[in-house]
């Protein structure tokens, strides 16, 4: 496939998450809602509307390293501030950048290019490549697997954090490398 047809698709598939609605909302009765097109909550009352996604359950609450991220996506990306989003809410501290030097930053962190997605995050001297859940990166950073670079969730599954349209959820797998490239399964995410 070429370049220009692979960020064509890459673009595409965003552009597809992201109006076919990334968030679920609940209200309160009676509550004047909408979804702006960047699916934040319009609502007469601010605290009528919740977000809510099966990303927003912290299941690694105990986490007390590191919250301090840094995270270069595209400027053009929506799907990946909306899991820029996602990281924040549970508990890390962005720095983003937008630049459109995105293939350069990746091969300047030797990430893989068969484990390549949108957006590279740098936290604590480990690359986290894509749409990984939170949680993921909280246990990676707690175990600091040996040998290991960092983790990666390769091109942009439907349903990963800030890929979420509506009830669709493909399978994915976040998967730990090393500096050689080496792969090993991290989690793995059948049902959610």
């Not at 595209?74 to 630049?99: L, M, N, Y």
Request: proline letters at 5%; charged letters at 20%.
């Amino acid at each position: 496939m070429s370049k220009l047809l692979s960020k064509i698709t890459v673009t595409s598939i965003a552009v597809a998450a992201v109006l076919g609605g990334a968030y679920y909302f609940t209200s309160t009765q009676g509550a004047n809602k909408a979804v702006s097109v960047n699916n934040s909550a319009i609502a007469q009352d601010t605290a009528q509307a919740t977000l809510v996604s099966v990303w927003d359950k912290e299941t690694e609450a105990d986490y007390s390293g590191t919250t301090e991220m840094t995270v270069y996506r595209s400027p053009t990306c929506g799907c990946c501030g909306v899991w820029v989003d996602h990281a924040q809410k549970h508990g890390f501290t962005i720095e983003d950048i937008k630049t459109d030097e995105m293939e350069a930053l990746k091969q300047k962190h030797n990430v893989p290019p068969e484990l390549a997605s949108c957006h590279t995050t740098i936290i604590d001297g480990y690359v986290m490549e894509g749409h990984i859940p939170a949680d993921d990166i909280k246990r990676f950073l707690a175990e600091k697997p040996d040998n290991m670079v960092g983790l990666a969730v390769p091109a942009m599954p439907i349903g990963t954090p800030g890929m979420e349209a509506k009830d669709i959820k493909q399978p994915f797998q976040v998967l730990a490398f090393n500096d050689k490239g080496e792969v090993e399964v991290f989690n793995e995410y059948e049902s959610y």
